[in-house]
């Protein structure tokens, strides 16, 4: 429901398929890199997927949305991740998918 009209229905499968933004990579500074190395990741990660974009640079995070259906190369983009992720000065990373709240919220958004 979006300003009292039904706006969309469907399974979270679905619905995370239809509206989603994707997949959410993220990654964690060490404690000696306070801000660098985001345009060097934003290489290596458009490299494997041109049209990933960069969804926030705040404190200790770096983020990206990376699109639906490059989940393909996901595989040889994990291991150029680990190649430089110590040399760029991360600590780690972990990936997610769209939420269910993100995909409401987005939904919402357009209805307004």
């Known amino acids: 429901m979006s300003a009292g009209k039904l706006a ?3 399974s979270p499968v679905f ?3 239809r509206y989603g933004a994707g997949y959410h990579l993220t990654f964690a500074r060490t404690s000696t890199n306070a801000d660098g190395g985001a345009e060097a990741m934003h290489a290596i990660i458009c490299a494997a997927l041109p049209t990933a974009t960069l969804a926030s640079n705040v404190g200790a995070e770096l983020s990206f949305t990376l699109p639906a259906d490059g989940t393909a190369k996901f595989a040889d983009l ?3 991740l680990d190649t430089h992720l110590d040399r760029l000065g991360f ?8 939420t269910l ?12």
Request: net charge positive.
């Open 8 to 10: 969309c229905v469907g």
């Open 15 to 17: 619905l995370k398929n």
């Open 91 to 98: 600590a780690s990373y972990g990936i997610s998918c769209t």
């Open 101 to 112: 709240e993100e995909v409401f919220l987005s939904i919402a958004k357009v209805r307004l």
């Open 78 to 80: 994990f291991r150029e």
